[in-house]
């Protein structure tokens, strides 16, 4: 329930119409000038501004949507005329019913089109680092709270204005706590040497199809459960040394299945900013440059399939509030939109380079955010008629009997409940069988959506002009849930009877002597790290039997205590099976003693590793580059995990510097420089010989490979032949190994790195296995996504497992915990730790 946060006794008596004079500026209430250079406001002193105007003004209410991962709270500013938030259920009844108008007669259609209001949903800030749009939020919200004009009063009563000036508080304020800290320093306004997110950093904007993080969640509830708007804005900022700001329209390419009313709404809403901008003198403005329209993971991104009207603003940055000095030379293009810097058709008016400053940032932003609400209210109709029409379009997609079948009956069922469960927080209407089935309907408003997640991608491969080159993707360019979640889900026609889907709780273990598990599910994780702490957990390493059954290698048994003990952990689609006793010539397993290391220069996939680990009941340890070069480690750990880092940010600190590039890497203090160095190698290596295991994803395998002198290599490296965009190969698993039991034989791995191994004979002091390769066909290894040159990485291994010493080594040529949304592929890393347990 969202609470209305209300303030001082004083300034609730200010609630009924008061006076513009009675409501205070953000300078005003702050004791500071809101704006001006070196000078930010953080989250708390915003939420008590925003607290501030909901007291003081009848067309201001502030909403609680929870808390974040660090406990602050998550607002939402709802800002319209008094009438309108008087009325705000009945406005939310009408925005249902446009966004799933089944049975709407047209005259009912009429009636609420008349009657409805554009929801206009605009969110700031995400990144934290790009702080100007939190800080424009409290004046734009000022002048609309305060405004006496006819115009302004017209746009109030025809939108509904919810503001988020902030989706990520906790790194708002970290990142405000950092450069207060720096100013006046030669380490102001730069960069910290740590996540501004507890765990996933500039990543919380790729989380919006996956919903792990608790702000994205409680973002997409407000959006697609309770508000349903039209409209979404995204308020970002870019580099420093391009366009002063991008509008839309977007770059190419645009993905064929979001309805097109979507596209003209947006390139009527771009076109108005970028007409007001240049009205206003403000060069420098862009559209049809870099971002493209493809890609469903950001905040309004996703909108697209669930037909909303989504457009991102980008807005040159400077060094956080510290004014920045741009010379002429140092303005570029180089990317999509904009080969070179100069005049043309999309940049009509470059901006010549100067001082740019936060102020800048703010009012282009405000520019923009008084144009859309605008345009808003001037196509209030047409809008409500758009998103009308784009609903009945995606229902009308399908036949009514089509639709997709998560089978109740599959190896991962606790991932195959995890998927429904996902969907259904999307807001994708679900039903089910009476054996337990899912059937997600495709004639449905989010039909569309639920398709895109559901069926593999080919990335387009458009070209701007003639040759061989094609536009490449913004981001990743695979979001198959099936494939990365490891479980079935298949085309089907709808039964004649279903029922609607219910979360079905998880079952728990009853009285009994033992139970097991069967492997292959990572959920299990949570049970085995829970169990052990909380009685007797076995794992067995051959086929064995138990129960009057055979149990394959990777099975765990837990006792009756542990199972008691792993009973809360537990999650819907577990199955615990019991047995009489635990075989005794299982192994006994414990909860591993994982380091994870932790570099200096901010690791976003340190950050997901982490989150990962700790959802899986893993208690992980941070290790930095002190703590390693310190030495020791075999005492402390059972298992160290070195995340996805490039070699040269594992040795030195500091990514390798491409030459001839002009890439400037700003220092930080001196605590928080270097990397492991020559000391924190030795130290890693004298880990794994005492009998350690050493974990590494993706490209920091290459630095094992060659610290550790081990008989493997990246076949592809720089092949000019070979380019991945975050996409989803086929990858045949070896059979019995530690670190594949349970696995199917075949896996969808995540891959966005010219990255593959070839391995050779080693001699006696190392042994190695290969886990996973790739086909020996070229046209099998891509099963969604885009690649070039699939011959480079045919037949090459992507996962290798090594002895070395006492202790061992697994290198894993792909992001196993890929942004925690590949749980089909984490149990590489699980057994992994697990294996560091072993005899």
Known sequence: MKTRVLVATALLALATAAPAASVPTPSEFLGMTVGADRTVADYRQILAYFNALDAASARVEVEILGKTTLGEDLFLAVVSSEANLANKERLQEIARKIAAPRGLAETETEARVREGKVFLFVTCNIHSTEIGASQMAMEWAHALATAQDAETKRRLDEVVLLLL????PDGQVMETEWYRKNLGTRYEGGRMPWLYHPYVGHDNNRDWFMLTQKETRLVSRAVYHEWLPQVWLDEHQMGGTGPRIFVPPYAEPVDPDIHPLVWRDVNLIGANMAFRLEQAQRSG???????DAYWPGGTKNTAWWKNISGLLTEVASVRFATPVRIEPNELSGGGKGL?????????????????????????YERIVSDAILETCAERRADFLKNALARARAAIATYGPQDAFRIPADQRDAAGAARLAALLAEHGVELRAAANGDVYVPLAQPYGRFANELLTPQRYPETKLVPGKDIVRPYDVSAW??????GVTAERATLPAVLAPWKAVPPSLPVDGAAFALAPGSAESARLVNAGARGGSVRISRAAVSAGGREWPAGTVFLDGAAAKAAAARAVPGQSWTPIGSVPEDAEPLRAPRVGLYKPWAASMDEGWTRFVLEQYGFEPKTLDNKTVRAGGLFAAFDAIVLPDLTKEVIATGKPKRDEGAMRYFPELPAEYAGGLEKEGAAALKDFVEKGGTLVALSSSAEYLIDELALPVRNSVGRSPDFAIAGSLLRAEVAPGHPVTDGLPSEVAVFQDEALAFDTVPPGPEVERRVLASYPAAPADVLLSGWMRGPEAIARKAAAVALRYGKGRVVLLGFRAQHRAQTPGTFPFLVNALYWSTAK
């Open 285 to 291: 403005v862009i559209y049809g440059y870099a971002f």
């Open 480 to 485: 198959t849930l099936p494939l990365m979640m």
């Open 165 to 168: 000036p902030s989706i990520n």
């Open 339 to 363: 080969v070179e810097y100069g005049t043309q058709k999309n940049f009509p008016n470059p901006w010549p380079g100067g001082t740019w400053r936060l102020r800048d940032i703010m009012d």
